[in-house]
């Protein structure tokens, strides 16, 4: 419900949070967004205001009496400072900054109140003309009102019943028996707009509820609950973003040591329990602002904002230290599992995932061949230790062609 980034703020006030109550259920993040539903955009406004505007200005000029004048005053009073506090609304969300929110609620139930003033003061000069006309124009609102307001249902219902419940007092006030209809027609128009308004709510929270868990899916990996590679990916392009280039951060690439002799040796569940039990120890290690990922197999990785060789070098060891324990691989079954760590830090070693990669895995590679359960910091020598062995894979089916055809 953002539109280009804006946040409004969730009201404060407790007769306004309770007429934007949507559930208790609702997380955050949804509530926010609904609230910035309320705001709409100023052409859906501005049809709702010509529409009242008109009809009052219309009425008081076949019956310009001090009660139909006083309608247009209000009508106009009110749909000005709804456009000025829009206005300053959209401009402070756009710049991140706190929103008149409370008041903007109440505006909205003052304007269906005007609309329900003209009803009844039409109903009450006896002009049937008059009243028939404001009657349509409450009952064509009552449309606008639902559509443009169904974040907040309780806020909905009750614009809905102030601005046309004036028909049912102006009916009984009427004398005239044939309008008496209208308590008929209207109690069941006003409870099944409002039951559109909740139920268009409760669909619309289901569709941002089951939206945010297929983004959640979509960068997260399932077997362990850690961001998976695009996910990684996404943060670092977000860290160059925010730092308006080439940030300053820590790529740690992870492989676990022997991990097939698991899977060869408890199975592939035993497998899929260590990972698991993996992912968690590493974000156990991990600052608010660090994101653990994994990017395949036994591989993960972790993105922090450390810049430093020597504190990147300290996490590195810290979580080979924390994650080479026991773990249980079956029922009453303990083993250990060791694990290597390469490093690449940003910009030094690259700015882009691929380049960081290419050094970490290099750096991980030099981190086996020394002996595994260790930490290396990306290098020259590991880079180019690196090309060899991608020159080496390269020619190696070349090689295997010339040999076929010789």
Not at 79 to 90: M, P, Q
Not at 103 to 129: E, P, R
Request: glycine share 8%; charged share 20%; aromatic share 6%.
């Amino acid at each position: 419900m953002d539109r280009n980034n804006r946040a409004y703020t969730l009201p404060r006030w407790r007769v306004t949070r309770w007429l934007a109550h949507v559930g208790d259920d609702v997380p955050g993040d949804i509530r926010v967004a609904l609230i910035g539903g309320l705001f709409g955009t100023l052409p859906v406004f501005a049809a709702g205001v010509i529409n009242t505007v008109l009809v009052s200005t219309v009425i008081a000029i076949r019956n310009p009496t001090p009660y139909f004048i006083a309608w247009v005053v209000l009508e106009l009073a009110v749909c000005f400072a709804r456009l000025a506090l829009l206005v300053t609304a959209h401009r402070a969300a756009r710049k991140q900054r706190e929103t008149p929110t409370d008041v903007h609620i109440l505006l909205s139930v003052a304007w269906s109140g005007t609309v329900g003033y003209g009803v009844l003061v039409s109903f009450a000069s006896g002009d049937w003309v008059a009243a028939t006309v404001a009657s349509l124009s409450a009952a064509a609102m009552v449309g606008g009102i639902c559509f443009r307001n169904f974040v907040a249902p309780r806020l909905a219902s009750t614009m809905v019943v102030v601005s046309l419940g004036p028909c049912l007092i102006g009916a009984a006030c009427s004398g005239q028996p044939l309008l008496y209809i209208v308590f008929l027609q209207g109690p069941m128009y006003l409870v099944a707009m409002s039951a559109a308004a909740f139920k268009l709510n409760r669909m619309l929270v289901a569709t941002m509820h089951a939206e945010r868990l297929n983004e959640h899916r979509a960068r997260h990996d399932q077997l362990t609950g850690v961001s998976n590679r695009l996910g990684l990916v996404e943060s670092i392009e977000a860290r160059r973003r925010h730092a308006g280039g080439a940030g300053r951060f820590a790529l740690l690439l992870i492989d676990l040591d022997d991990f097939k002799n698991v899977n060869d040796t408890w199975g592939h569940a035993a497998g899929d329990r260590l990972l698991h039990t993996v992912g968690e120890r590493l974000c156990g290690c991990l600052g608010p602002n660090d994101l653990a990922a994994r990017i395949g197999g036994d591989e993960f990785a972790v993105l922090t904002d450390i810049s430093e060789e020597t504190e990147a070098i300290d996490l590195g060891e810290r979580i080979v230290i924390a994650l080479s324990t026991l773990y249980e691989f079956a029922e009453g079954k303990l083993g250990n599992i060791g694990l290597s760590v390469g490093i690449a830090l940003s910009p030094e070693h690259g700015d882009t995932f691929e380049d960081l990669l290419a050094v970490a895995d290099a750096a991980l590679y030099e981190a086996k061949e020394l002996g595994k359960s260790r930490c290396r910091m990306g290098s020259v020598t590991a880079n180019v230790a690196a090309l060899r062995r991608m020159r080496a894979l390269t020619d190696a089916p070349s090689a295997s062609a010339e040999s076929a055809a010789a």
